[in-house]
């Protein structure tokens, strides 16, 4: 499938809704998410205190938790935080980042899936396999080489944790563990940008809230990663040749940018049967 038999239409409102979208993110991208979540027209606010997190989770329309730079302060805001959106009903996008690359980390990660109930886990392969109890090397925060059926593997994990599972790479997949869906947009010069992973967990999260009802957010979500390839692509030919500085820049005005009849157009979804 491509182009157009999506409804392509949670973009508008994103940008009608201005969902606030509370991360706890890591400190390498902490200006980047709220520089993107602003130029695709969400609202951001950072917040870690231990005191205050129930209840900015509580009055956002999305949580995005990202254990990119976790402690053990980190680990607890991020429990607290994604238990009060629980109670409350707002949409959970967690990013395990760098799971499976110490036990630390990989057992943090199994420790929130056991304890937030996740709307969508967002993750290199290699990270989503390490955060269900199945092995794929990984270097650092990087997803490593390995062998293995990403879309089976997506599948498998969204069905254990009863949530979206997106698994992103050359390609991306979303899938709810009954519907599968491919999004082939984006560009490699993405992966020479620090922080791009973890501003599109925010970037699902603003998505997830516009789209309200359960039943529309694999649809939102595969939406949300067309969007994000699309604004990558238009970037590079933007900065074609002068390096990923300029195309980060270019990156941010290209999500401010792109309209939901240019996505229709240049989307590149494909369910699979
Ligand atoms: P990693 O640490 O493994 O790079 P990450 O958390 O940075 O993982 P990515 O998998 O790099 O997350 O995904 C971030 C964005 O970059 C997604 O939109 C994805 O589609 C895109 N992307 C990653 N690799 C490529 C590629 N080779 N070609 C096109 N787009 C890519
Ligand atoms: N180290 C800890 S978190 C982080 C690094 C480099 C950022 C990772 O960002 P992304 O989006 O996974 O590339
Ligand atoms: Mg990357
Ligand atoms: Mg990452």
């Not at 390498?28 to 695709?40: D, I, K, P």
């Not at 956002?60 to 409350?88: C, E, F, Y």
């Not at 820049?249 to 229709?264: G, R």
Request: a negative charge.
């Amino acid at each position: 499938m491509t182009k157009g038999e999506l409804s392509m239409s949670y973009l508008d409102l994103v940008r009608s809704r201005n969902p606030l979208v509370h991360n706890i993110t890591n400190w390498v991208v902490t200006g980047f998410t709220a520089n993107g979540l602003l130029a695709m027209g969400a609202s951001p606010i950072m917040a870690y205190a231990h005191e205050e997190v129930a209840d900015v989770a509580k009055i956002s329309s999305a949580v995005l938790l990202n254990m990119g730079t976790l402690d053990a302060s980190v680990v607890q805001s991020i429990l607290l935080a994604g238990k009060s959106a629980n109670a409350h009903g707002v949409p959970v996008v967690f990013d395990p980042v760098g799971a499976g690359a110490t036990p630390y980390r990989t057992e943090a990660a199994r420790q929130i899936v056991r304890e937030v109930k996740l709307t969508a886990l967002r993750g290199n392969v290699a990270e989503v396999a390490n955060v269900v109890g199945e092995s794929w090397s990984i270097k650092g925060v990087d997803a490593g080489a390995g062998e293995g059926d990403v879309t089976a593997l997506a599948v498998r994990a969204a069905r254990k944790l009863g949530c979206l599972v997106v698994i992103t790479g050359k390609d991306d997949v979303v899938t709810d563990g009954e519907t599968t869906f491919v999004v082939s947009n984006g560009h490699p010069i993405l992966t020479q940008v620090t922080g791009t992973g973890c501003l599109l967990g925010s970037v699902i999260g603003a998505f997830l809230a516009a789209a309200g009802e359960p039943s529309a957010q694999l649809e939102a979500a595969a939406e949300a990663l067309a969007f994000y390839g699309v604004a990558a692509e238009l970037a590079y030919a933007a900065t074609e040749g002068r390096g990923p500085g300029s195309f980060q820049i270019e990156f941010l005005n290209q999500l401010a940018l792109v309209t939901s009849d240019i996505l229709k157009e240049k989307a590149a979804i494909a369910k699979l049967a």
